[in-house]
């Protein structure tokens, strides 16, 4: 009997001690889902006895990995160890990054650096931003720029900083979130087939139906867009809504004004979105489709257009699609042929977490990442163009011809890059602002909604922000 | 030795109890806590405010939470009771049967219950693709274009084609357990049955149902509860809840609220009300179909 009870304590304290061993094991876990860091082990014990050593450092930074890959961000961390004798680049990259770092951040074991978007499916910027878990920069771009050349607030491309991209909070021009890339988005077509039939690129909404006719008849539809995902349709919604209202229509929106959604200029443009299904114009089965696949389809020549951004050419490079297809880009229609052509500003961001250990590091980093050899690799390797005014000549050599020409979509007579960011939410709110804005499309396209249903559903989210809004300032 | 071992009981069962105590029970008291307060998701145990019946007053004006409530009764009283027709009369061709191929069928029906349920989604997902999709091309096929459809991007089928996924793949999991007890069922109740004649819709109405009323009973209920958690990662594979909401779940809705909007405490309140309705659900079907005589 003695020793059966010994062998079930034996055994009750094994499980104990297995739990207690799960409890400390987080904690070390911190970097290693990343890429092959093997100076993982090493940073860490270098972390206890880092402080006041200068040149032992290490850096902990958590990367979005996207369409761009993951090549520039190994080269890019690699240069800056290189530059930076004695400190260590601790690197989580990975599709579900966001994922990885919550538990960490919750557990107070934040990382130094984030490359992720606020408009991340993940929500985890937003969240940052409503519970002011983001670390003020302002002071990087109001300091030298990595070549000591001048202050690196005049190298960014004009707008973005003071945009809410950067500076989301209302009443506080501070800036929260650096841009990383920048990019057009607009209509996807294959220059080819236009040139090849003479096809004119429609300035108007008119144009845009008139040769939605035209192709009919051989045989293609006019436009598709990412069915399921119908927050692609930002890059027509809001230019449209710029370009029939100006910037004004715009900021109303953004800061959930009342009537801001619900009024003439936006119903005119949220019917045009209707017309494109409801008079036949769209490619059947669109709303089943997802990115991917509504992508493909437009390759293969079966609608015209798509939405998306210069990202397409090396997101599809796998693609089969029609022989010669060549990517090119348009604005969207106005509803005037004078009126300006906005173009949606894509733009992702980096920040650095309240909680970060190492600040100092990471903005040193940041102020990196926008210097010439950052931006060269970038283009080289992710054939995309950081948001700095050299940002499409350094890259210039490196990304393709169809790239860099899509990135000149801006040199065209009357457009203008529209940068279009909502207000940072109140606390509390149970709101999702592009959840409220784009579901509707899939119910307007079936005909189960009309443009005004839309508009009112939109409106009554704004209005309920707005109480969140007075309740979390009371 | 008629003396109890307990001090020895009481050791064996104190790791499981502590393993409860901290990942069943301690979490569940959180939850009903965090359900009272505005915790978001990271700020959670820290800074959160008790802010009363809140969450649960803006809950009921919630159109959203509505939506995702009617997705799921619809989804509950249609899915558990197909499933359950659908694995009873397997079961019960299979058992009685003379199929040659018997065992060949019964993995076959019992395969999709072993599938992970990502990828059950995944392949439902393709077959209901407009374009690719193999149910589109049989109903072209057929020439019934006409009731051709984008089945997941409309919001009249959508939640339909999750419950079909369901249903599919877990018919064959309470096929298995049918099978288990129609073969506890005496034999010489059928061969009676045979010599006066009756037909096998008649075994299967008068003698295999009623028999089989008990574990039909306890297979509903957990058909129940698989309906309220499977649905969620279903609808997030194949639809993400979409079009516009129309095949979000309850489940779904409190993830969106807690992971992606950060309501750690509004989403812990969809799950109170959620686990409250399930508790509610099973009780009422297990009094329904328990009383046998």
């Known amino acids: 009997m003695k020793k059966r009870l010994f062998?079930?304590?034996?055994?009750?304290?094994?499980?104990?001690?297995?739990?207690?061993?799960?409890?400390?094991?987080?904690?070390?876990?911190?970097?290693?889902?990343?890429?092959?860091?093997?100076?993982?082990?090493?940073?860490?014990?270098?972390?206890?006895?880092?402080?006041?050593?200068?040149?032992?450092?290490?850096l902990n930074i958590a990367v979005f990995q996207g369409g761009f890959g993951d090549e520039y961000w190994n080269g890019v961390v690699e240069l800056f160890e290189q530059e930076h004798p004695g400190v260590t680049v601790n690197m989580t990259i990975s599709p579900t990054v966001a994922d990885i770092i919550r538990p960490q951040i919750v557990a107070g074991n934040a990382p130094d650096f984030m490359a992720l978007n606020d408009s991340s499916e993940d929500g985890l910027i937003l969240s940052l931003m409503k519970d002011k878990g983001l670390m003020e920069i302002t002071d990087v771009?109001?300091?030298?720029?990595?070549?000591?050349?001048?202050?690196?607030?005049?190298?960014?491309?004009?707008?973005?900083?003071?945009?809410?991209?950067?500076?989301?909070?209302?009443?506080?021009?501070?800036?929260?979130?650096?841009?990383?890339?920048?990019?057009?988005?607009?209509?996807?077509y294959n220059k080819t087939l236009f040139d090849e039939k003479g096809w004119k690129i429609p300035a108007t909404w008119d144009e845009f139906f008139a040769l939605g006719d035209t192709v009919k008849e051989d045989g293609r539809a006019l436009f598709t867009y990412q069915g399921i995902y119908p927050g692609y349709l930002e890059e027509v919604l809001w230019p449209a809504i710029a370009s029939a209202g100006g910037m004004e229509a715009i900021n109303a929106i953004c800061s959930y004004?009342?009537?801001?959604?619900?009024?003439?200029?936006?119903?005119?443009?949220?019917?045009?979105?209707?017309?494109?299904?409801?008079?036949?114009?769209l490619l059947k089965g669109t709303v089943g489709m997802n990115h991917t696949e509504s992508q493909s389809e437009m390759m293969l020549g079966k609608a015209v257009f798509i939405t998306n951004g210069t990202w397409m050419e090396s997101e599809m490079a796998e693609a089969p699609r029609e022989e010669g297809f060549e990517f090119a880009m348009a604005p969207i229609p106005t509803f005037h042929a004078?009126?300006?052509?906005?173009?949606?500003?894509?733009?992702?961001?980096?920040?650095?977490?309240?909680?970060?250990?190492?600040?100092?590091?990471?903005?040193?980093?940041?102020?990196?990442?926008?210097?010439?050899?950052?931006v060269k690799l970038f283009a080289e390797k992710a054939g995309a163009v950081y948001a700095v005014k050299a940002g499409r000549e350094l890259a210039k050599d490196y990304v393709s011809e169809s790239t860099y020409n899509m990135y000149g979509i801006y040199d065209e007579t009357s457009t203008a890059s529209l940068v279009m960011n909502f207000e940072s939410l109140p606390s509390g709110c149970k709101i999702n602002v592009s959840d409220e804005v784009f579901n509707p499309i899939t119910s307007v396209v079936n005909g189960e909604m009309t443009a005004e249903q839309w508009a009112e559903s939109v409106e009554a989210a704004f209005a309920q922000i707005r109480s969140d809004k007075e309740a979390a300032d009371e | 030795m008629a003396k109890k071992p307990k001090l020895f009981i009481a050791v064996c069962t104190l790791p499981v109890i502590f393993l409860t105590l901290v990942f069943m029970i301690f979490p569940m008291f959180n939850a009903i806590y965090l359900s009272f307060t505005d915790s978001t998701a990271l700020n959670v145990g820290t800074a959160s405010r008790f802010i009363g019946l809140d969450n649960y007053k803006y809950m009921f004006q919630d159109k959203s939470f509505?939506?995702?409530?009617?997705?799921?009764?619809?989804?509950?009283?249609?899915?558990?009771?197909?499933?359950?027709?659908?694995?009873?009369?397997?079961?019960?061709?299979?058992?009685?049967?003379?199929?040659r191929e018997k065992a060949f069928y019964r993995t076959i029906f019992f395969f999709p219950s072993i599938i992970s349920l990502t990828i059950v989604g995944i392949v439902w997902s393709s077959v209901f693709n407009p374009n690719k999709g193999i149910l589109n091309h049989l109903l072209e096929l057929l020439n019934l274009e006409n009731l051709q459809h984008a089945w997941l991007g409309e919001s009249k089928t959508?939640?339909?084609?999750?419950?079909?996924?369901?249903?599919?793949?877990?018919?064959?999991?309470?096929?298995?357990?049918?099978?288990?007890?129609?073969?506890?069922?005496?034999?010489?109740?059928?061969?009676?049955?045979?010599?006066?004649?009756?037909?096998?819709?008649?075994?299967?109405?008068?003698?295999?149902?009623?028999?089989?009323?008990?574990?039909i009973g306890i297979t509903y209920v957990l058909s129940l509860s698989g309906t309220i958690n499977l649905s969620f990662t279903l609808s997030n594979v194949m639809t993400a809840g979409g079009p516009n909401g129309a095949s979000s779940v309850l489940l779904q809705y409190m993830y969106t609220q807690g992971m992606r909007n950060a309501n750690f405490g509004y989403a812990m309140a969809i799950a109170m009300f959620t686990l409250a309705a399930a508790v509610v659900l099973s009780l009422l079907s297990r009094r329904l179909t328990d009383r046998t005589d």
Request: proline share 3%; net charge negative.
């Open chain 2, 158 to 215: 959508a939640l339909w084609c999750v419950a079909a996924a369901l249903i599919w793949q877990a018919a064959g999991y309470y096929m298995v357990m049918y099978i288990a007890s129609i073969d506890g069922i005496s034999k010489e109740v059928y061969e009676a049955a045979d010599v006066d004649g009756a037909r096998g819709i008649q075994k299967f109405f008068f003698i295999t149902i009623p028999l089989l009323r008990n574990v």
């Open chain 1, 338 to 374: 004078d009126d300006v052509h906005y173009v949606l500003d894509s733009c992702e961001q980096f920040s650095i977490p309240a909680g970060a250990k190492n600040p100092d590091l990471a903005k040193e980093f940041i102020r990196f990442l926008y210097s010439d050899e950052s």
């Open chain 1, 257 to 281: 004004e009342e009537g801001s959604f619900n009024n003439e200029t936006v119903l005119k443009v949220l019917q045009k979105i209707a017309d494109i299904s409801t008079k036949g114009y």
């Open chain 2, 66 to 99: 509505f939506q995702s409530l009617q997705n799921t009764i619809k989804l509950m009283a249609v899915v558990p009771v197909l499933t359950l027709f659908f694995s009873l009369i397997f079961a019960f061709v299979l058992t009685q049967s003379k199929l």
């Open chain 1, 141 to 188: 771009f109001d300091g030298q720029n990595y070549a000591e050349t001048g202050i690196l607030r005049e190298d960014i491309k004009d707008g973005l900083l003071e945009s809410s991209k950067c500076a989301p909070y209302t009443g506080d021009q501070g800036i929260y979130l650096a841009p990383f890339n920048t990019g057009p988005q607009g209509l996807i």
């Open chain 1, 7 to 58: 062998a079930a304590f034996l055994a009750t304290t094994m499980i104990f001690a297995g739990l207690t061993g799960c409890s400390s094991w987080d904690s070390k876990e911190s970097s290693s889902a990343g890429n092959s860091d093997a100076e993982n082990s090493a940073g860490n014990s270098a972390d206890q006895t880092g402080e006041g050593n200068a040149a032992e450092q290490e």
